[in-house]
């Protein structure tokens, strides 16, 4: 099984930026999509974006939307979450995951999360 490396995460201040990274260790992601989610304490995992990496078509979560964008580099096997004008409710630890259906149903392939805190 690919295994998934998140990184990227750390703590900004409200309004910075970070750019996470989600990279297929030792191999290519072998799958249709990639998803990030983010689960802040105390709170359900909730979905963030997700790209089709054979397509770069992608979707965003209406609360983040404008704010943050997903790509994909497929020769370094890598998906990135970019976040701009980042807020104290973006806190959480983000996670990515491979699959066939943006990381819902079977045959989903879980990373390590990133945590990202953002300072008000």
């Known amino acids: 099984e690919v295994q998934l490396q998140a990184s990227g995460g750390g703590l900004v201040q409200a309004g910075g930026s970070l750019r996470l990274s989600c990279e297929a260790s030792?191999?290519?992601?072998?799958?249709?999509?990639v998803a990030w989610f983010r689960q802040a304490p105390g709170k359900e995992r909730e979905g963030v974006s997700c790209?089709?990496?054979?397509?770069?078509?992608?979707t965003v979560k209406d609360s983040v939307k404008g704010r943050f964008s997903i790509s994909s580099d497929n020769a370094k096997s890598k998906v990135y979450l970019q976040m701009n004008r980042l807020k104290p409710e973006d806190t959480a630890v983000y996670y990515c995951?491979?699959?066939?259906?943006?990381?819902?149903?079977?045959?989903?392939?879980w990373g390590q999360g990133t945590e990202v805190t953002v300072s008000s």
């Open positions: 995951a491979s699959g066939p259906l943006c990381g819902m149903g079977p045959d989903v392939n």
């Open positions: 790209i089709n990496i054979r397509d770069g078509t992608s």
């Open positions: 030792g191999s290519s992601f072998d799958t249709l999509t």
